[in-house]
């Protein structure tokens, strides 16, 4: 199985196996297998180890050393993880109306105080902050706008009849509507004709009742590559369980892999057949990689991409971002001429073609310049993506920078939650620890700064705010290491440097910046 974005998986340990199993455990006893089962149908009963042993045909003593042979953990351990596994997503599917305490005891927890704080301890979060966050999310693609933003040049995706049992056909049947209508809202076209499209999505629903599981694979039909493949659990019996924001969730987790996908047949294409498409196409993983060297070869294709055909509106986005990283990221030597170059480019892509995807990457461009607008131009990406976990990202972005930090980093986990693989995905870890700077949070700010920079350790910049968490956290010797590792990836930085090239964050949070930066040792 391959992907050619090499941020992104094409199957996580998730998608393989069940809850509360280890990847290196994909194959299990028989015996084992069987008491799993029995814990996933009988979660809200309080199961003993006897009736686990009977459900999986061994003694006690045998199923307890099966256990810790292949699984390393004990079976109430095992069926406590599954628990705690259903309880989160649950809570990450909620329905309007869904009550945390229903979870709780639907899941087997008796104690509601005690499943409160260990949800935490293993989550960190209260479980009524991840169920708030699902109803943000919930809200969003309920409101989304009845537009659909089909163009010739996006991918086609064949949906395939999902597999099912006899008596299911019509749950399958809604599905795999619900899905090529989450699809067609991010600009991908849907057809139930087999061998017209290049990308063709298999389903099957397997199991049945509470143990129900949809399986699904992306499979690119001209070179018989699995790009991508994705396992949601839970009861799939009636189509009603499968609805629209479950359908936006998969459209979301599948958006990385084609984007690979296309990304590579555009590298493949011969340079006399590129359009400015694809141009775009091969530009994008320069500007994604948020890295010098990536972004000076990206506004090399996206002009000639521009010179090609200036009605296109993707190449003019993207070099809008560029230009506008050159500025925050310290690339450029004339900050005011990128400022004004931004500026102008991401004005072209809005009076183009401006689908959801144009909006979410003009609109990035417009908040690192600190536009007014860039609220108002995510707000629209959102209102008719609710699938794009770039543009919730980036909503994240404008709340840290109008120092919204609670509402920041909501948005900044919908976002990882959505596309947890992506190759921005550590961008909206750095912004979670930005937004826990911003309110003071220092320790917090430092550990998801570092979570981000050891996802990306080639990129410097991230240290000009972690060198600044870690010293008001108290950890002068971090800082200091911190420090010289941003200056070593730009040994000219001064704090004045800095400065000018910061985003829009509060005067309160710049202020801390370079007051630690100035602590440390930076020059003025």
């Known amino acids: ?237 009636r189509a009603a369980a499968f609805d629209e924001q479950l359908a936006t969730r998969l459209a979301a987790a599948l958006r990385p892999s084609l984007r690979a996908a296309e990304i590579d047949r555009a590298l493949q294409k011969r340079d006399a057949d590129l359009t400015a498409q694809d141009l775009a196409l091969r530009a994008m993983p320069g500007v994604l990689s948020l890295g010098e060297a990536g972004n000076a070869r990206a506004i090399e294709l996206l002009n000639e991409a521009m010179t090609r055909d200036p009605g296109e509106p993707l190449p003019f986005a993207l070099a809008a971002w560029a230009y506008a990283q050159r500025v925050v990221y310290y690339f450029g030597s004339d900050p005011s001429r990128d400022r004004a170059q931004s500026a102008a480019y991401a004005r072209t892509a809005l009076d183009l073609r401006a689908d959801p995807r144009v909006l979410a990457v003009a609109g990035t461009a417009l908040s690192l310049l600190d536009e007014e607008s860039a609220d108002r131009v995510i707000a629209k990406a959102l209102a008719t993506d609710g699938s794009s976990a770039f543009a919730w990202g ?59 920079l050891a996802e990306r350790p080639s990129l410097a910049w991230m240290h000009r705010t972690l060198c600044p968490a870690f010293m008001f956290a108290g950890g002068r010797d971090e800082a200091s290491a911190s420090v010289r590792r941003l200056r070593e990836g730009y040994p000219e930085l001064t704090l004045a440097k800095v400065t000018d090239g910061l985003p829009p964050l509060p005067q309160a949070s710049r202020e801390r910046v370079v007051e630690a930066l100035h602590d440390v040792g930076l020059p003025p």
């Open 394 to 452: 980036r909503s994240g972005w404008i709340d840290v920078y109008r120092g919204n930090d609670d509402a920041a980093i909501e948005r900044f986990m919908i976002a990882l939650e959505l596309a947890p693989n992506d190759m921005l995905a550590f961008n909206n870890m750095y912004g979670i620890g930005v937004a826990h700077f911003n309110a003071g949070r220092f320790r917090e700010a430092a550990q998801w700064q570092a979570r981000a």
């Open 1 to 237: 199985m391959r992907s050619s974005d090499p941020g992104n998986k094409a199957v996580t340990a998730q998608d393989e196996i069940p809850s509360g199993i280890p990847s290196a455990a994909a194959v299990l006893p028989r015996a084992v297998r069987r008491a799993l089962d029995f814990m996933q149908a009988s979660l809200e009963r309080d199961i003993g180890i006897a009736e686990l042993a009977q459900a999986a045909g061994l003694s006690a003593r045998a199923l307890q050393r099966q256990f810790r042979a292949f699984l390393g953990k004990s079976p109430h351990e095992a069926l406590r993880d599954i628990r705690f596994d259903s309880a989160r997503r649950q809570l990450l599917t909620g329905k309007p109306g869904t009550r945390v305490m229903d979870v709780a005891a639907a899941c087997g927890f008796a104690h509601f105080g005690r499943f409160s704080i260990e949800y935490r301890q293993r989550y960190n979060e209260t479980p009524s902050q991840t169920l708030k966050r699902q109803a943000t999310f919930s809200n969003a693609v309920a409101s989304q706008l009845q537009m659909f933003s089909g163009s010739a040049d996006r991918p086609g995706v064949t949906i395939g009849p999902i597999e099912t049992a006899a008596g299911h056909e019509e749950a399958a049947r809604g599905i795999a509507d619900e899905i090529a209508t989450a699809l067609a809202r991010i600009g991908i076209s849907t057809t139930a004709r087999t061998g017209s499209t290049r990308y063709h999505l298999a389903g099957a629903i397997r199991g049945f009742g509470a143990q129900a599981r949809l399986i699904f694979r992306l499979i690119d039909r001209e070179s018989g590559h699995h790009l991508w493949a994705h396992r949601i659990e839970g009861d799939w019996d």
